[in-house]
């Protein structure tokens, strides 16, 4: 019987607020559009507004996630919501949005560690990125940092139809990377999305948990990138 050939393991990363500081990048960008519309936001503090964004468009990316609403129904909603949840008009959304995505691209950094942790991953497997989000921006953010000089795969939600933790994407995943047996791994920051979601589809969970948040369940994490050298 032959032996089964040598298969590199799978090291796929999870985008925003794993390799990209989505989270920073959203306020920062929240922070200059409240600071551009301030005869419309009033007296209205900013904290009060990027409270009511984050609140109201967590609830339409997970209607969004199961089908609910539709893409055209999440942008139109995404502004409109809020200002609506603090008594302003509502009819200002359009404006609002354009001010943040300007802004939004602007405030876009790596988080510490992400090069280097990609670079060490690709010396040892195939390393691919798998992301929700819309694929417009999420490749843009890709392109800006030069991410693709180490992730041979790209697997985004809206090419493949379905949303992390769906076991749609990470089965499309490793398909995407050959398939055949393999240890595949996978590192993302949220717990319900990506260790839920890898663990589900036969990939090993890492968790990026540099704020300290903890799990609600053992797993294995780090806080820092760097940390993860020696997993891989």
């Known amino acids: 019987m032959k032996p ?23 306020e920062g960008a929240q922070r200059e559009t409240h600071a551009a519309h301030g005869a419309l936001f009033g007296g209205i503090a900013f904290s009060d507004w990027l409270a009511a964004y984050r609140r109201n468009n967590l609830r339409l990316w997970h209607e969004y996630g199961i089908g609910t609403i539709d893409r055209p129904t999440l942008t139109a909603r995404r502004f409109a919501l809020p200002l609506a949840d603090l008594g ?16 939004y691209s602007r405030n876009w950094r790596l988080i510490e560690g992400a090069e280097d942790a990609l670079e060490h991953a690709s010396q040892v497997g195939v390393v691919g990125i798998l992301s929700n989000g819309f ?66 589809a036969g990939w090993f969970p890492i968790l ?15 806080t820092r990138l760097s940390d993860l050298k020696p997993l891989f």
């Open 135 to 200: 694929r417009e921006t999420q490749r843009a953010k890709i392109e800006r940092f030069g991410l693709d000089r180490w992730a041979r795969h790209v697997i985004l939600s809206e090419d493949v139809g379905a949303m992390k933790p769906s076991r749609i994407i990470f089965d499309a995943a490793a398909t995407a990377a050959g398939g055949g047996e393999r240890r595949r791994l996978y590192v993302g920051d949220s717990f319900a999305t990506d260790v839920v979601g890898a663990k589900a």
């Open 208 to 222: 990026f948990d540099r704020h300290g948040k903890g799990a609600p369940e053992p797993v294995v994490f780090v």
């Open 88 to 103: 302003l008009d509502a009819a200002h959304g359009v404006a609002v949005g354009a001010s943040y995505w300007d802004a």
């Open 4 to 26: 089964r050939p040598f298969l590199k393991p799978l090291f796929f990363f999870d985008l925003d607020d794993t390799l990209v500081d989505h989270h920073a990048a959203e």
